[in-house]
């Protein structure tokens, strides 16, 4: 079983910055790939971004590219998900996933919770 907890969501100004959090318990964190996605109200679940399980390796959805930048440390089994720029437009529940393989491209099998961002405008 892996459980996954979020955290660092929160109320921000557009322009301003958010570092979101995900650890994980577990042993095969170091493992697999993470992926961060959102949630709007009303809105179907949509991907962000991931990274593979070394780091050395991450993918977006254009709409975030070059202001959001997910990292990982396996030693912390933390995941993050650094937003810069932000826009109203940003505003959801943001979930991370364990991927079931290593690398990018695959399922997610386990989620945690989300946590809140609201970007003001």
């Known amino acids: 079983q892996v459980h996954l907890v979020e955290s660092g969501g929160g109320l921000v100004q557009a322009g301003g910055s958010l570092r979101l959090s995900c650890t994980a318990s577990g042993r095969t964190f170091s493992n697999s790939a993470m992926g961060w996605f959102r949630q709007a109200p009303g809105k179907e679940r949509l991907f962000v971004g991931a990274i593979n399980w070394s780091g050395t390796d991450t993918y977006y959805r254009d709409s975030v590219k070059g202001r959001f930048t997910i990292s990982r440390d396996n030693a912390k089994n933390t995941v993050y998900l650094q937003m810069n720029s932000l826009k109203p437009e940003d505003t959801a529940v943001y979930y991370c996933?364990?991927?079931?393989?290593?690398?990018?491209?695959?399922?997610?099998?386990?989620w945690g919770l989300g946590t809140q961002v609201t970007v003001s405008s």
């Open positions: 996933a364990r991927s079931t393989t290593p690398n990018l491209g695959g399922e997610y099998d386990y």
